[in-house]
């Protein structure tokens, strides 16, 4: 090797690694009694990475679904990627008119554009992270537990319009 080819090579390697004294983003720490609760009728949703500390690139949510809870109507996104690692009991994905039982240790991946929906069919809670890219989402939440916040139950029109509000529909081949 020549030694300009070893200086551009060095060169290359030295900026592929990147300056410790640099200093970057603070890191998010979230204990298990930390977090954001949100409770939307039989799911308790603790967000765990609202993006603000991703530069929006990133949200993530634990959820908790009880026993016998339906989940949303089947949907698609038009701006994000949901995944959802189920961490305890069994979770019913639809995704079309195609339905997985996930059980603990399952990742599902939903990309943009599909059809999908779960629900817990089970006597047993059931716990799930999930992963929204970016974090889009996590607003939808929030406003969905500020609708119910005077007691009044959602109905599937109040769902499907803030759905709406973040680049979501209905899969209404699928409803």
Do not use: C
């Not at 990475?49 to 530069?55: F, K, R």
């Not at 599937?156 to 973040?166: E, Q």
Request: proline residues 8%; charged residues 20%; glycine residues 10%.
């Amino acid at each position: 090797m020549t030694d300009e080819a070893k200086s551009n090579q060095k060169s290359d390697q030295s900026q592929a690694v990147p300056n410790a004294s640099v200093a970057g983003p603070g890191v998010s720490v979230v204990g298990p009694e930390d977090g954001e609760v949100i409770v939307m009728g039989t799911t308790r949703m603790r967000v765990l990475e609202d993006g603000s500390h991703t530069g929006h690139r990133l949200g993530m949510a634990e959820s908790v679904l009880a026993p016998h809870t339906p989940g949303p109507p089947q949907h698609r996104h038009a701006r994000h990627d949901e995944g959802f690692y189920v961490i305890s009991g069994t979770v019913r994905f639809t995704v079309g008119d195609e339905e997985h039982e996930a059980t603990a240790g399952t990742f599902v991946m939903v990309p943009r554009g599909a059809p999908h929906t779960f629900a817990n069919l089970t006597g047993q809670p059931a716990v799930m992270l999930s992963t929204f890219t970016p974090d889009l989402y996590v607003q939808y939440f929030r406003d969905l537990r500020s609708m119910a916040a005077d007691g009044r139950p959602l109905t599937p029109r109040d769902t499907i319009a803030t759905m709406s509000r973040y680049a979501t529909e209905p899969a209404s081949e699928f409803a």
